[in-house]
């Protein structure tokens, strides 16, 4: 019987065992920073009912769906009737019109989950892959201060994520909307195609922008083009005078995000303003954000998301206005990684290894690794009897820090050894001291 080659399926990322700890750790310091700003957990399954989630999808979206058929059906011919999610937010949208007598609102969720799509796989494109949501949903209404809070978490978070310089670029989809109005830009088609093209500004530079646009459009290139500090865009922004009330709501907007994000405490260096960028026209109609590391100025946005008038306007004729925002983790992970920004090895989950020093010893080494554990030590033992030299290699290699070595004489005087491999310190201390002794070596104490 020949074998079948061992072959990962294409567009996921697939970690060894310490990158995965790695990238364990990354998705908990994301949920300890949304959790610190009282955000709730929320679970939704990995698939929803065909229904539900091409409900505000086009043909190309559905597309990108992967359909779950089970072989009965298949099997009668019939239409899947359910279908993995390709994000989180119409699920969102489906457990807050299902569940909206028993949530408390404004209901600050998140969600830390996959998701699914049927992407060309290619590098930084996944079919399979974590998103990290957090949004606000309001009943009837929801303040703009929401809007500021959003970037102020994320500014937390990646702080926390030392993935190093990082800028939060802002924006509002009535101001520019507004603008288009201004130079004769009406219908929702053309609009679409002029902010296609804005967004390209930083990617292929002003003169090839210009030529697909007319003349009338091209001026806008002069006002949302021009860089410059926050208060100059604002004040370039005020200079108009425009008599257009998208125009005046969009600014008055962006002038609250900007104040709350500087009462949140949001370093100026992380924040700018970016009258180019859009986001999905059909979805958004307020703030947006995009995000941006300093590092990987190829990669593109890291973090996106923005306001809408009304989440689950298909599922309720509840107005539940919100703002969110997402980290594609799967993505940030694997770029990060390229780049060197994370450590790949990894720590190990195990924190000591236990060896066997004397086999006949083991019940006396079976009960070191319980109080160690029992101290909140992760704690491994060794339980192949061997040469120590192979022990001490396997630790090393494993990416354990400590090795813990007892022999008939250190039993005898009721101490043991502890070696940190990677600065060769070793230290002999009592037995009872071990917990206190292995968390200063490991600078945990």
Do not use: W
């Not at 990290?132 to 978490?153: N, R």
């Not at 006002?223 to 922004?237: F, H, I, N, Q, V």
Request: charged fraction near 25%.
């Amino acid at each position: 019987m020949s074998l079948i080659a061992p072959k990962t399926p294409p567009g996921v990322m697939e970690l060894l065992p310490r990158q995965q700890v790695a990238f364990q750790a990354m998705l908990e310091t994301i949920r300890r920073g949304y959790e610190r700003f009282g955000f709730l957990p929320v679970e939704t399954p990995v698939f929803e009912t065909r229904e539900v989630l091409l409900t505000k999808s086009g043909g190309e979206t559905e597309k990108q769906v992967y359909f779950v058929q089970s072989t009965g059906a298949l099997e009668q011919n019939k239409r899947p009737e359910l279908a993995l999610r390709f994000d989180l937010t119409v699920p969102l949208a489906r457990y807050v019109a299902e569940h909206e007598r028993d949530l408390v609102f404004p209901f600050r969720r998140y969600q830390i989950q996959r998701v699914y799509r049927g992407e060309r796989a290619q590098k930084g494109r996944y079919r399979e892959f974590y998103q990290c949501d957090i949004d606000v949903i309001g009943k009837d209404s929801l303040p703009v201060a929401f809007d500021a809070e959003m970037p102020a978490v994320i500014n937390h978070v990646f702080t926390e994520l030392k993935v190093g310089g990082f800028v939060i670029n802002l924006n509002n989809r009535k101001l520019l909307l507004g603008l288009l109005a201004s130079v004769g830009v009406t219908e929702p088609e053309r609009q679409g195609a002029v902010l296609r093209e804005l967004d390209k500004l930083d990617k292929i530079g002003r003169a090839a922008v210009a030529a697909t646009l007319s003349a009338d459009e091209a001026k806008l290139l002069d006002l949302l083009g021009e860089s410059g500090t926050t208060d100059e865009t604002l004040a370039r922004l005020r200079a108009l005078n425009s008599d257009r009330p998208q125009v005046r709501q969009g600014l008055e907007e962006l002038e609250a995000v900007v104040a709350g994000l500087r009462a949140f405490g949001v370093p100026e260096r992380n924040f700018r303003l970016n009258l180019t960028i859009a986001r999905g026209l059909d979805y958004y109609t307020g703030t947006v954000y995009e995000t941006f590391l300093d590092a990987c100025p190829g990669l593109g946005s890291v973090c996106s998301g923005g306001r809408y008038d009304n989440l689950a306007s298909q599922y309720t004729k509840s107005k539940l206005p919100g703002v969110g925002i997402s980290i594609g983790a799967t993505r940030l992970f694997s770029q990060l990684l390229d780049a060197g920004l994370i450590d790949g090895a990894g720590r190990a989950t195990s924190r000591i290894l236990v060896t066997q020093m004397d086999p006949a010893l083991a019940a006396d080494y079976f009960a070191i690794a319980t109080a160690l554990r029992a101290a909140g030590i992760n704690t491994e033992v060794y339980l192949e009897a061997g040469k120590i030299g192979k022990q001490v290699k396997y630790a090393d290699r494993a990416g354990i820090p400590l090795v813990l070595l007892m022999g008939g004489d250190e039993k005898a005087r009721g101490t043991v050894t502890l070696k940190h491999l990677s600065s060769g310190t070793q230290r002999e201390v009592a037995l009872a001291e071990v917990a206190a002794a292995a968390r200063e070596m490991l600078g945990e104490g």
